[in-house]
């Protein structure tokens, strides 16, 4: 048994007060979009402008692991990009494999996705083996929707039962379609590693800060009431 926290994190920022707000509410990791077709991408002179100002407002050392996003972009490209803003993990938003991703150099995050539009037994085999693929090499497994021409975001969720089931098996990050509104129970049943939203924290496209604050609390809420609940049990009452 364990008291740990459920890990969130929150991607797409392009504006400055919403990460702030993330920040300050407790977040523990921030991506930011570096994919060429994706709306919430930053270019990267602009992220580093962005990363400069929040570092400056949580001190050195301090405050969530930065994440960059991409998909299918030459590694080259990913590198330097790591290097340039001192990223702290890269998260791989594409058909990316183990070997692509021992070429760089920091911890990874692999999105694995699930079609809502392609039964469910079908997809089981792939997401298996993907998922022991990539867990042996040590990577952060990220379960989200698929949507045809997207890399997340896209504000759809997929069967929770299955996520749960998947998440007695290891430790996984859930994405799709999570809100302030469902994250608590979305956490409740999957008992995830971690959630992962974008869409969810945004109004007409652009990040919240009421929502990103109302996420955070939602997840902190839940997993206050599962410590309780845990240390009761530990101390042997009903």
Request: a negative charge; proline letters at 4%.
């Amino acid at each position: 048994m364990s008291l740990n926290m459920t890990h969130v994190k929150l991607c797409g920022f392009q504006t400055l007060d919403p990460a702030i707000a993330a920040i300050d509410a407790g977040v523990d990791a921030l991506g930011l979009v570096f994919v060429p077709s994706a709306h919430r991408r930053l270019g990267i002179h602009e992220a580093d402008a962005l990363l400069s100002d929040l570092r400056k407002h949580i001190g050195a050392g301090q405050g969530p692991k930065i994440v960059g996003l991409f998909a299918d972009q030459p590694v080259e490209d990913v590198q330097a990009h790591i290097e340039q803003l001192k990223l702290d993990a890269v998260q791989l938003c594409g058909a990316e494999d183990v070997m692509y991703a021992r070429q760089l150099s920091i911890p990874i995050y692999k999105v694995i996705s699930v079609d809502p539009e392609v039964p469910i037994g079908a997809q089981i085999p792939r997401i298996m083996v993907l998922q022991q693929r990539h867990q042996l090499a040590g990577h952060r497994v990220v379960i989200d929707t698929k949507v045809a021409g997207e890399y997340g975001g896209t504000g759809r969720t997929f069967d929770w039962q299955l996520a749960a089931d998947l998440a007695e098996g290891f430790d996984m990050n859930l994405a799709g379609g999570l809100t302030p509104d469902n994250v608590g129970e979305a956490v409740t049943t999957v008992k995830p590693w971690g959630v992962d939203a974008s869409s969810g924290v945004e109004i007409d496209g652009e990040k919240d800060s009421d929502k990103v604050r109302a996420f955070v609390k939602a997840v902190r809420a839940v997993d206050k009431q599962a410590s309780r609940g845990l240390i009761k049990r530990l101390l042997g009452r009903k």
